[in-house]
């Protein structure tokens, strides 16, 4: 008798298979960080890995293992609360982070530069653009990330908020360990490290969305698809002073393409009325398309 083996589902396992790559790419980011910035230069920049930072100086416990020590407790906390599978994706992060903080730290224990100022600033760059890759391949390394979680779980607190006030209390740990000083170049690390992870996931902002209102929606609309090549969606509208009829055009265009968007709508329109805004992340026909 014949056992029928299930199908592998190859676009998941492709699609699984980027996101650890994603992972892996992304602490190999944070591990640089941490070596050759922020360790260096005592920066406890909030996380798991500035509790380490503070814990190295004081006991001289290796970072990738103090970031193992730490998380033990959340990972049990975090199965409790939050489930398995949230555990599992966190654990594989927080053993990646551990073992290439260690690999780097040994293999490469150089400093990047003796100046503190550029230590925060590109420490905070290196981290912020590794946890952004993590998130963005659905993983997490542990830490506040967990913390937040739970205490959302917990008393409603957003995880946003989670994560500020848990990085809050370990820039605070820095402040009694190494002074204000260094304190205060932590926390400026930690804001642009959060920045970054902003940028990271959500792109730059290049595209620019346009909503225009206007009595001559087929004229400017004609321009934009011939001139500009972009795709314009039509609305009907009525103006609520007036009640004159008026036509709403959404259009998204990138931003080399704005100035030329303005003298098509001031020349088909004098009246018109258009918001522009930036569009974080665009998905479609012209732009990105989102991955299944």
Not at 83 to 89: D, L, S
């Amino acid at each position: 008798m014949k056992i029928k083996l299930p199908k592998l589902d190859k676009a998941k396992l492709k699609k699984t298979a980027g996101e650890i790559l994603g992972i892996i790419i992304g602490t190999i980011f944070m591990a640089f960080s941490l070596v050759l910035f922020l360790i260096p230069h005592r920066l406890a920049a909030g996380g798991a890995s500035g509790l380490a930072v503070i814990i190295f100086y004081l006991f001289k416990l290796p970072v990738g293992v103090s970031i193992l020590l730490i998380n033990v407790p959340l990972f049990i906390a975090a199965y409790f609360f939050l489930g398995p599978q949230v555990v599992v994706r966190s654990l594989l992060g927080t053993l990646i982070f551990s073992a290439v903080s260690e690999l780097v730290s040994l293999y490469l224990p150089l400093v990047a530069t003796g100046d503190i100022l550029l230590a925060a600033v590109y420490g905070g760059i290196l981290m912020g653009i590794g946890i952004g890759i993590v998130f963005r391949s659905r993983g997490s390394t542990g830490g506040t990330s967990l913390i937040s979680l739970i205490l959302h779980r917990l008393i409603g607190l957003s995880t946003g908020q989670g994560i500020l006030y848990s990085d809050l209390v370990i820039i605070a740990l820095g402040l009694f360990a190494f002074g204000g000083e260094v304190a205060m170049y932590a926390a400026l690390s930690l804001f642009v490290s959060t920045y970054v992870i902003d940028v990271v996931q959500e792109g730059l902002g290049l595209a620019k969305s346009v909503l225009i209102i206007t009595s001559r929606g087929q004229v400017i609309a004609d321009r934009l698809l011939v001139e500009l090549n972009r795709g314009v969606t039509r609305l009907s509208g009525r103006g609520a002073y007036t009640g004159e009829p008026r036509e709403l055009l959404l259009c998204v265009v990138n931003r080399l393409q704005v100035a030329q968007l303005k003298t098509i709508v001031q020349e088909g329109d004098p009246e018109a009325f258009f918001i522009i805004g930036s569009a974080n992340e665009v998905h479609g026909e012209g732009f990105r398309r989102l991955s299944p």
